[in-house]
């Protein structure tokens, strides 16, 4: 459940042998970009095939004919269509990592609350005095997002000594054994709405996938999300048996879970869930931490369990 993959880059830099692991295919680039891969970086040749049209290729309207009107403009939608057919076209698997990567952060950059929830395009495009979000990223090119981005993910590709692994399997499902594991489940709220990671950046999902993405679209809904899969961590009477059932999975390792204050299970009900393996659990509250657009009262908690 590596997400954006700062937990798991955080411990490459403490020079551990490190296994990232996410079931999106989108969040598996970012892992596959920066903890596995540890010495290829996009050179400026690679930049400019990638933002270049070639001749000789037809290109795809998928992103056009599907998402008119819906997150990106007309143009920039061409342009998406235009950079994954030649992203999809690069030889090394790392290279093509960093650049779905940097695709992905410029789409992500160019959102109004960064996400893919509804078609709202004209939060971004009307002429009206705002009190939030940033215009002038929204409307800054793509070719500029990604270049930018190119160059910071270049920065950070190093190695540390040891062999780290990026995966892309369901928590359930990932082979072999660790000393730790950091376990950052989706939150499920006590009260309010709820955040189906796949539904909300479906967009970056369906990236991802480009060849497959027609496929699997929810044609009926405005915003073209993909076709709902089942996701117990959002399953309000399944999610205490699925945390039950992950601390059995790995019952050998240290486990470090990381977790929200007002949030289904309960802190109570999490200790007690660890207890049932561990000896010895510690909780960490951090008091002072709030998210950006978050108006509750929550705390972010940190289970260590051995
Ligand atoms: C709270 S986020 C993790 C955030 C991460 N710690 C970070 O720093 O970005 C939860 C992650 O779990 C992933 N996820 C959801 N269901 C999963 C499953 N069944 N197996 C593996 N990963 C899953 C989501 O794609 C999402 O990236």
Redesign the pocket.
């Known amino acids: 459940?590596?997400?954006?993959?700062?937990?798991?880059y955080k411990a490459k830099k403490e020079g551990k042998k490190v296994t990232y692991?996410?079931?999106?295919k989108f969040?598996f680039f970012t892992g596959f970009a920066l903890i596995e891969n540890d010495s290829v970086i996009l050179n400026e040749s690679d930049v400019s095939f990638l933002l270049e049209k070639h001749d000789t290729l037809r290109y795809p309207t998928f992103v056009q004919d599907t998402f008119n009107e819906t997150y990106f403009t007309d143009e920039e939608n061409a342009w998406i269509d235009m950079v994954i057919s030649n992203i999809n076209l690069l030889g090394n698997k790392y290279k093509k990592a960093i650049a779905m990567h940097c695709l992905f952060q410029a789409c992500i950059i160019k959102r109004p609350y960064n996400l893919f929830h509804r078609k709202n395009l004209y939060l971004r495009l009307n002429d009206v005095k705002r009190s939030f979000g940033n215009k002038v990223t929204w409307d800054k090119p793509f070719n500029e997002h990604f270049s930018k981005f190119v160059k910071e993910v270049n920065n950070c590709i190093f190695s540390n000594g040891e062999k780290c692994n990026a995966l892309n399997?369901?928590?359930?499902d990932?082979p072999g054994s660790y000393d730790l594991v950091?376990i950052?489940?989706?939150?499920l709220p006590e009260k309010g709405e709820i955040i189906d990671?796949?539904d909300a950046?479906h967009f970056l999902e369906g990236l991802a996938g480009y060849e497959c993405w027609p496929g699997m679209v929810d044609a009926e809904r405005k915003h073209k999300p993909l076709i709902r899969e089942y996701?117990?961590?959002n399953d309000v009477k399944k999610i205490n048996i699925a945390f039950d059932k992950l601390f059995d999975k790995f019952k050998d390792s240290i486990i470090v879970v990381?977790y929200r204050s007002d949030g289904i299970p309960s802190e109570e009900q999490l200790v007690q869930l660890l207890k049932k393996y561990k000896k010895n659990v510690r909780e960490v509250k951090a008091t002072d931490f709030k998210y950006v657009l978050s108006k509750k009262e929550s705390k972010e908690l940190l289970f260590i369990a051995y």
């Open positions: 459940m590596g997400g954006t993959g700062s937990v798991a692991n996410d079931k999106l969040n399997y369901d928590v359930f990932i950091y950052d489940t989706p939150y990671y796949r950046y996701c117990v961590w990381s």
